[in-house]
């Protein structure tokens, strides 16, 4: 554990940040279990940036950054990416260079294009990156920056106005302070705008990229903000987001948390408890601002912020911690080191380029975002220093195949934050780390981008066109439907080949001569994208638009149960389904189930009037649709919560206080489930939910009227003679795959006589290890002793711990290394604390991937070998 006692590292202020008595754990292992692969691949576009400009007919390169690692779990490969201009698919490829897939988008029309890719991993598991708007038109493309047609940004910051001499240096615009909450809303609900404005309109009409810097930031923030509750915290910081959004379209990223490591902002702790804390994923409040900030910016990267990583790999892999939880959900495209002087100048070139790998260990690209460098000598008389750290340094980020723009903050001396960091002298003349920069950007290849034009060669298509003429959008099917699906084909220079038909990914069928139609029987409820795919004479193929159908499951009568409560126990609410009230209670003051029949396939609402405006609200935990459970907090429409001050709707609450209804989204039912535990029973039959309906008579087969035919005590399915009371039970046997002598217990068959390759143990947890039957410290098919161990430090007091033993151990053995220290013990159900008699303790082990609370008297170390 480390604190920091340290100077404030943004830009509009300095001074020193009282050291904060908080600490932060890293959990060796994040309780994540993934039986099959759901966590996303990573996907950004680097290249174009938004807001970049192209002239009409010219072909623009499209740079993909993509991996499947930097996830808590189930880290694979990337197959494909597929590029896409809105929904018009463009092409896709399977090959990269260091996790950059390559595509160009020949001879482009003019207009504004949203740019955005797809990328499908080892387990077929698709993300969609944030889009990238650019825009295409008739005037000739004027080159911005040093880093014209070298390959990536090379930007700055704009603190006032920017300088004349802005647009021949730089290419990209972060705003120094305009944009930070504390700048924009220091009085609650009064926007100032205006140093955002001048930042953003700069990068917006000079075609530049842009970031905003930054949305939370514990270090600059309104000073109203400490005092809200978390409701209200939640409303203030979305209200934020929804403004930046509709001011500013062109944002190619965004810094949606900075400096949250540690006491590196004084004030995160605000962010922290106004979110809702850490909670049961120890990221909760982050993961609830990223997931807010993808909803409102679905056009602009999202990038996590921090500095002090390049001379200290332990800041990195806690941050890496926290991109893992944010990589899993599909909510972070950036990882953004500050690069700052004190964190860099001093640092090896070796170290600094295993720094940038390791941060590459998030999957996603890196963006250095406030790079100054002064030599280590704070003076404005440092040229040589500078120079050389320059010469040193930069190329390391600048080659980094992960490293997708560089920001610098400030170039002029005297107006930059740090003393020694600005390249131009106070009288804007070339220092010489300036000349050094300004000829190793020339020695740069040329690749035509960014500020670049490729000349396309815009000849007449040749492709075939194709469309579907029926169904439409609004044509009205019931499951099990049967749906005709018709399209017009032809070609500019040939003949049609063949029409295909998809559902989505999904090959329908074919047809190969007109009029093109395929014929789709029994499609369940749900909905549904349908193209259609013309290929001509020469091999040529065009996909046609997307048609979205549903069809809607049949009307099915069953029972919708809704538990809910009043607080003063006249409330009444209403069930409505489809437009119809099914019935309506008056509900009291403890939660109560209310029950109705009818039908159990449509739009379900639980409809709630409250008269008197002041006392009266109703809770809505959950509804149950023919057995199925959906809870209230769970549903985006609420109309009847009462947020910000005012009634009008929020979602995601239980609660009503205002007039209005909860909208549930449910599942179609096709046969209503009387038996919703049982996978072969739908209705309870003769016998009953759980047991199968079969013969009642004592012939030795297990029923719901005799399963005990003999009379001996065992069950005619465990008996080896289930009509013979003298022949006793089935024994259970354990496969021994490694035939040890120790059996898997997965896998167990009831006989009579022991069948080849088992045993009567099932104690095996490592049944392919011939070696060992638990795993231990290494893990199935690792020799004991031959694995790094993972090692903790604790302070003493409290400390938040996660076991990486592969199988629950009996917890004085897991904590063996520190139990001398040990006073207490806890999780979320149960502890162990020393000083109690043994039946007093309800914890007993550790498990894999589980959080523990340990209390212990001194600092120590945490080896988690199991002695």
């Not at 302070?177 to 009409?205: F, L, P």
């Amino acid at each position: 554990m480390k604190y920091f006692l340290h100077q404030s590292v943004d830009k509009a202020k300095q001074g020193f940040i009282p050291v904060s008595l908080f600490f932060m754990v890293i959990l060796s292992v994040l309780s994540f279990t993934s039986f099959a692969q759901t966590y996303p691949p990573s996907c950004v576009v680097t290249m174009p940036f938004a807001n970049a400009y192209f002239k009409e007919n010219s072909d623009i390169v499209i740079k993909v950054y993509s991996t499947d690692i930097g996830k808590t779990s189930n880290n694979g490969t990337v197959t494909k990416v597929e590029f896409y201009n809105g929904t018009t698919k463009l092409g896709e490829t399977a090959t990269h260079t260091s996790n950059t897939y390559t595509f160009t988008w020949k001879c482009v029309a003019a207009g504004k294009h949203t740019i955005k890719a797809v990328a499908t991993n080892s387990n077929n598991v698709k993300f969609t990156s944030a889009g990238v708007v650019i825009n295409v038109g008739t005037a000739n493309v004027t080159a911005r920056g040093l880093s014209a047609n070298k390959g990536k940004y090379l930007a700055n910051i704009i603190a006032g106005s920017a300088n004349n001499d802005y647009n021949t240096l730089w290419n990209g615009v972060t705003a120094e302070n305009g944009c930070k909450w504390g700048s924009v809303e220091g009085t609650r609900n009064t926007m100032s705008w205006g140093q955002a404005d001048i930042s953003y309109n700069h990068a917006k009409n000079n075609n530049l990229m842009f970031r905003y810097h930054a949305i939370a930031w514990g270090s600059q923030y309104p000073n109203w903000i400490t005092s809200l509750s978390v409701a209200d915290f939640k409303a203030e910081m979305e209200q934020y987001m929804t403004l930046v959004a509709a001011r500013y379209e062109y944002m190619d990223q965004i810094d949606v948390l900075n400096e949250q490591i540690g006491t590196h902002a004084s004030g995160t702790g605000y962010f922290r408890d106004g979110l809702g804390g850490n909670g049961t994923t120890g990221f909760d409040w982050q993961i609830w601002l990223f997931e807010k900030a993808r909803q409102h910016f679905p056009n602009s990267k999202l990038v996590l912020n921090d500095y002090g990583l390049e001379n200290d790999q332990n800041a990195i892999n806690q941050m890496l911690n926290l991109v893992k939880a944010l990589r899993d959900r599909g909510l972070i495209d950036g990882f953004g080191t500050q690069a700052h002087c004190f964190n860099v100048d001093g640092v090896s070139t070796t170290a600094l380029k295993s720094a940038l790998d390791l941060m590459d260990n998030g999957g996603v690209p890196i963006y250095v975002t406030e790079l100054d460098l002064n030599g280590g000598v704070e003076s404005a008389s440092n040229e040589s220093q500078q120079k050389s750290s320059y010469e040193a340094r930069f190329p390391i980020y600048w080659d980094h195949p992960a490293v997708a723009g560089i920001t610098l903050w400030g170039y002029v001396d005297g107006a930059t934050w740090k003393t020694g960091t600005g390249i131009l002298s106070s009288s804007r003349a070339d220092k010489q780390a300036m000349t050094w920069l300004k000829s190793y950007m020339t020695a740069r290849p040329n690749v035509s981008y960014p500020f670049g034009t490729i000349a396309g060669t815009c000849a007449p298509s040749t492709d075939p066109v194709v469309e579907i003429t029926a169904p439409t959008a609004a044509t009205p099917f019931a499951s099990p439907a049967s749906i005709t699906i018709t399209a017009t084909a032809s070609d500019p220079n040939g003949t049609i080949s063949k029409v295909e038909f998809y559902n989505g990914e999904e090959k329908l069928g074919e047809d190969a001569s007109s009029p093109y139609s395929y014929s789709w029987t029994s499609v369940a409820a749900g909905t549904y994208t349908l193209t259609a795919v013309a290929t001509d004479n020469d091999g040529n193929k065009t996909t046609s638009g997307a048609l979205a159908i549903t069809v809607t499951a049949p009307a099915l009568n069953g029972t919708i149960v809704i538990n809910a409560m009043g607080v003063v126990g006249d409330e009444t609410i209403e069930l409505e389904v489809d437009g119809v009230v099914v019935d309506t209670w008056t509900l009291t003051t403890a939660f109560a189930n209310y029950t109705a029949t009818g039908n159990v396939n449509g739009v379900i609402r639980v409809n709630y009037t409250n008269d008197d405006g002041a006392d009266r609200d109703a809770e809505i935990d959950y509804i149950t649709v023919a057995g199925t459970k959906y809870e209230a907090e769970d549903q985006a429409i609420n109309t009847g919560y009462y947020a910000n001050g005012a009634c009008g709707g929020g979602g995601n609450s239980q609660l009503m206080h205002c007039s209005g209804y909860i909208e549930f989204v449910t599942e179609p039912v096709n046969t209503v489930d009387e038996c919703p535990n049982d996978p072969n029973k739908t209705a309870p039959g003769t016998c009953g939910c759980g047991v199968a309906d079969t013969d009642t008579d004592k012939d030795g087969t297990a029923d719901c009227l005799d399963t005990d035919d003999d009379g001996d005590g065992i069950v005619d399915a465990s008996d080896c003679d289930p009509i013979n009371a003298s022949v006793g039970a089935k024994t259970k046997y354990y496969a021994d795959a490694d035939n040890d002598g120790f059996g898997d217990a997965a896998t167990m068959q009831e006989a009579c006589a022991k069948p080849v390759g088992y045993v009567t143990n099932s104690t095996d947890a490592c049944p392919a290890d011939v070696n060992k039957t638990q795993p231990g410290n290494c893990g199935c098919g690792v020799a004991e002793g031959t694995c790094t161990v993972q090692t903790v430090s604790l302070k003493a007091g409290w400390n938040l711990i996660g076991c990486p033993i592969l199988t629950d151990t009996e917890l004085q053995k897991a904590l063996s290394s520190i139990w001398s220290y040990v006073l207490t013990v806890k999780d979320q159900s149960g502890f162990y604390q020393v000083n109690n008699p043994v039946h007093l303790n309800s914890l007993k082990v550790v498990s894999w991937g589980s959080g523990y609370l340990v209390n212990v008297s001194q600092s120590c170390t945490l080896d988690w070998i199991v002695r």
